[in-house]
Every structure is written in structure tokens, then in C-alpha cells.
């Protein structure tokens, strides 16, 4: 345990921030699952509708530096591949 007053802050202030964190990727993962069950279920117009909001938020947690950017443009970039796959298929039938 540190005993010296900026670290004590410091350390609250890392706590803080990796509890934040921690939400923002739990909630990337849950809505990277919604975009994977609709594609799963053939459903393309939703896929493609949460492809867009996941791809929305991988971008602002790459700019907070949550997710390196690097990360967010290959999920991003899987993600709507899946979806876009999904309703050109729907759209040929």
C-alpha cells in the first residue's frame, strides 16, 4: 500500500479508469454477440444495423484508447463483412 499522498490518488484514479474500461469492452463483446446472433439467424437488415452502432462504439473506444486502433478497424471491418454477406444473400433470394 503506497503511503505517499499522490499515489494514493494515483492509484484511485487507475481503479477508476479500469473499472470504466472494463464496461466499455464488456459492452463491445455483448454487442459484437448481437451482430453475430443476427447474422447467425440470416437476418441481414439487423446484422447490417448493429454492425453499424458496434463499429460506432469500436471507434470511440479506439479513440479513448481502450481498444487499440488496429483492433477496432479488424473487428470492425470482420463484423460488417459478416453482415454485408449475410444481406446480399437475403437480397439475391
Known amino acids: 500500500m503506497a503511503n505517499i499522498k499522490s499515489q494514493i490518488k494515483r492509484n484511485k484514479q ?16 455483448t454487442s459484437t454477440k448481437k451482430v453475430r446472433s443476427a447474422v447467425a439467424a440470416g437476418d441481414g437488415e439487423a446484422a447490417t444495423a448493429q454492425a453499424l452502432e458496434t463499429a460506432r462504439a469500436l471507434d470511440k473506444a479506439a479513440s479513448k484508447g481502450i481498444v487499440p486502433k488496429r483492433t477496432a478497424a479488424r473487428r470492425k471491418s470482420r463484423l460488417v463483412k459478416a453482415a454485408n454477406k449475410v444481406a446480399a444473400s437475403a437480397s439475391a433470394e
Open 14 to 29: 487507475n481503479d477508476r479508469r479500469a473499472e470504466k474500461n472494463k464496461a466499455v469492452r464488456t459492452a463491445l463483446k
